[in-house]
Each structure stands twice: as C-alpha cells, then as structure tokens.
Nanobody, 120 residues
C-alpha cells in the first residue's frame, strides 16, 4: 500500500493561491481530484512516475501546477488565480491500475481529502 497524507487546504479569497501537498510512503504515479458539494468527483491533475509527465483538466490549465519531489515521495499542487468554482474537497490518489490518469477508477489508494474554499 501507499498511504497518502494530504495537507495545505484552507480558505482563500478569489485570485489567491494555495499549495496542497500529498506525502506517500512509496513512489507512484499520482493524481489530484476534487469534489464539490452535490457534484461528482472530477479529475484535476496527474503526474507520472517515473518520467514526471503531467496532465491537467482544462478548467485548471494555466492556473494549477502539479509537481513531485521524488526524494520525499511527495506531490504538490500549486493553485494560483483561484476562483470560487475551485471550492471543493481535494483528494490525492496513487496506485495507478490502468494508464488512464483522468479517471478516479484508475487509482487504488486515496488520501483523506483536504478542503479548499475560495471566497468571492
């Protein structure tokens, strides 16, 4: 297993920034997903291991950046120019079973989630 521990959520005004972290006990391709109240969980970003190729949802391209620190087995999600629509619980995921980074069904392990709230 690759237990995942997330941190970094919080309350921020529109236009602000937050950085989420996800510490894993092993190395794995990892993804970030989010779920807003009343909505289904949706893909945000993913990074492959090894290789470091990144993937983004269209809604966050140019604003969010996913990166990894292999020495720390930690993945980060830098979120800039935040909008109220970005408000959600953010989850990191690991343990890719099939090479479809965009689907939450592809991942075996999930973090506990961290709340991100963007006020207008």
């Amino acid at each position: 297993q690759v237990p995942l521990v997330e941190s970094g959520g919080g309350l921020v005004q529109a236009g602000g920034s937050l950085r989420l972290s996800c510490a894993a006990s092993g190395r794995s391709s990892m993804g970030w997903f989010r779920q807003a109240p009343g909505k289904e969980r949706e893909f945000v970003a993913a990074i492959t291991w090894p290789g470091g190729t990144t993937y983004y949802a269209d809604s966050v391209k140019g604003r969010f950046t996913i990166s990894g620190d292999n020495a720390k087995n930690t993945v980060y999600l830098q979120m800039n120019s935040l909008k109220p629509d970005d408000t959600a619980v953010y989850y990191c995921a690991a343990g890719l079973r099939v090479p479809n980074y965009y689907s939450d069904r592809s991942y075996l392990w999930w973090g506990q989630g961290t709340q991100v709230t963007v006020s207008s």
